[in-house]
């Protein structure tokens, strides 16, 4: 269509907006939903089994889950961030101060790692690798509270070494599930 003096119509980039925020919008709230499912999945299930890093099983199942179906480049961040803001409620009953920020950093460490391998079928041991990998930063920065004089039990009862392999291995198995989850998802499609 044109106007009365022959020029075309100014484009409406608002309708365009709009219906380009609405299904962002709807994958950043599912996003947040995870997280949101991680942080009661660790809520729920605290029984006292005396095995560090077990909840990383759980933990990188949704958030890699999310970082793998997600479009979003910090997909994985905004999980681990809505999970951590959940931890601060008192109701949940965490006792560990840090663990928001724990929660955090393996968000971020997802992000950076697997933004930098750029995602390709090829090195599916890499990404669960990422996985494991950034799950470790846990035990790290608690082994760094641990030695600067802030008890951590799980140190205390198996060292330093032990929470370290077993943060990994379970992340990294987290990961190969949501890896699995993944190709199943694209393969139906």
């Known amino acids: 269509m044109k106007t009365l003096s022959g020029k075309p119509l100014q484009k409406n980039t608002s309708e365009l907006s709009r219906s380009l925020s609405v299904p962002y919008a709807l994958e950043v709230g599912l996003i947040i939903i995870a997280g949101a499912l991680v942080t009661l999945i660790h809520a729920k ?5 005396n095995i560090p890093g077990r909840h990383g099983l759980d933990f990188m199942l949704i958030i890699m889950s999310t970082k793998l179906l997600s479009k979003i480049n910090f997909s994985a961040t905004i999980a681990s961030s809505s999970a951590a803001l959940l931890t601060l409620i008192p ?16 968000g971020l460490m997802i992000d950076l790692l697997y933004n930098g391998i750029k995602s390709n079928p090829k090195k599916v041991i890499l990404i669960a690798f990422v996985g494991g990998l950034a799950y470790t930063m846990i035990p790290l920065l608690r082994s760094i ?12 009862k198996h060292g330093v070494v032990i929470p370290f392999i077993t943060h ?11 890896l699995g989850l993944g190709w199943l998802s694209k393969r139906k499609k």
């Open 145 to 156: 509270l641990f030695f600067a004089g802030y008890p951590y039990m799980s140190f205390i």
């Open 45 to 49: 299930f605290r029984y006292p089994m």
């Open 91 to 106: 109701m949940w009953g965490f006792k560990d101060p840090f663990l928001p920020a724990y929660f955090v950093m393996v």
């Open 168 to 178: 990994f291995l379970f992340a990294t198995t987290g990961s190969f599930a949501a």
